[in-house]
Nanobody, 119 residues
């Protein structure tokens, strides 16, 4: 069982930056791929970025490439999402998730953190 707690959301102007963090419980954090997802009002949840257990492979959704960076610290059981050059369309609730595969079947989810980007 893995418990995930996100933090770092907030209100920021367009062009600004935020760094989201996700703290995981448990002693097997490095076994899990970690992902960030987001859900905007009235829209389905969508994938944002993922990183493998060792932290040496990651990929992002096309719309955030060059702006968002996912990273992890296995010693601290945390995963981060650095978000730069934020746009109003990035406004959403952001969730972190853990699973055995980067591309599917995420088993554990956090409660989410709100990111609001004003124009």
């Amino acid at each position: 069982q893995v418990q995930l707690v996100e933090s770092g959301g907030g209100l920021v102007q367009a062009g600004g930056s935020l760094r989201l963090s996700c703290a995981a419980s448990g002693r097997t954090f490095s076994r899990y791929a970690m992902g960030w997802f987001r859900q905007a009002p009235g829209k389905e949840r969508e994938f944002v970025a993922a990183i493998n257990g060792g932290g040496n492979s990651a990929y992002n959704q096309d719309s955030v490439k060059g702006r968002f960076t996912i990273s992890r610290d296995n010693a601290k059981a945390t995963v981060h999402l650095q978000m730069n050059n934020l746009k109003p369309e990035d406004t959403a609730v952001y969730y972190c998730a853990a699973g055995y595969y980067m591309t599917r079947d995420y088993n554990y989810w956090g409660q989410g953190t709100q990111v609001t980007v004003s124009s």
